[in-house]
C-alpha cells in the first residue's frame, strides 16, 4: 500500500506561481515514477509531468519551459513547480505513484487531488 498526501493548491492570478508538493508513504519501491496529471472539469485526465527515481522527466508540451518536476529520493516526494500560470491550468491536480520494477511493478497509486484555480 502507497499512499499519497497532496499540497499547494489554490487560487492564483494569471502569470502566477504555485508549487504543489506530494508525499508518497507506505511500501514505497526504490525503482518508481512520480508525477502530476490534471483534470478540468468537462476534460479527459491528463498527464503534465513526471519523473522517475532515476531523474528522468517528462513534461507535456502545453507545460513545457513553465512548470518544473523534481523530487527528494529520501523523503519520497515530488515536487511540481509551476510558473507563468495561465488561466487554462486550471484544474485538480492529481500526485501518481507508480512501480516500475518488482512483483508489483505497474500499479499506480492516486492522490485525491488539489485543485489549482488560476484566475483574475
Known amino acids: 500500500q502507497v499512499q499519497l498526501v497532496e499540497s499547494g493548491g489554490g487560487l492564483v492570478q494569471p502569470g502566477g506561481s504555485l508549487r504543489l508538493s506530494c508525499a508518497a508513504s507506505?511500501?514505497?519501491?526504490?525503482?518508481?515514477?512520480m508525477g502530476w496529471h490534471r483534470q478540468a472539469p468537462g476534460k479527459q485526465r491528463e498527464l503534465v509531468a513526471d519523473?522517475?527515481?532515476?531523474?528522468?522527466?517528462n513534461y507535456a508540451d502545453s507545460v513545457k519551459g513553465r512548470f518544473a518536476i523534481s523530487r527528494d529520493n529520501a523523503k519520497n516526494t515530488v515536487y511540481l513547480q509551476m510558473n507563468s500560470l495561465k488561466p487554462e491550468d486550471t484544474a485538480v491536480y492529481y500526485c501518481?505513484?507508480?512501480?516500475?520494477?518488482?512483483?508489483?511493478?505497474?500499479?499506480?497509486?492516486w492522490g485525491k487531488g488539489t485543485l489549482v484555480t488560476v484566475s483574475s
Open positions: 519523473i522517475t527515481s532515476a531523474g528522468t522527466t
Open positions: 507506505g511500501s514505497i519501491s526504490s525503482i518508481n515514477a
Open positions: 501518481n505513484y507508480r512501480t516500475l520494477w518488482g512483483p508489483s511493478r505497474g500499479l499506480d497509486y
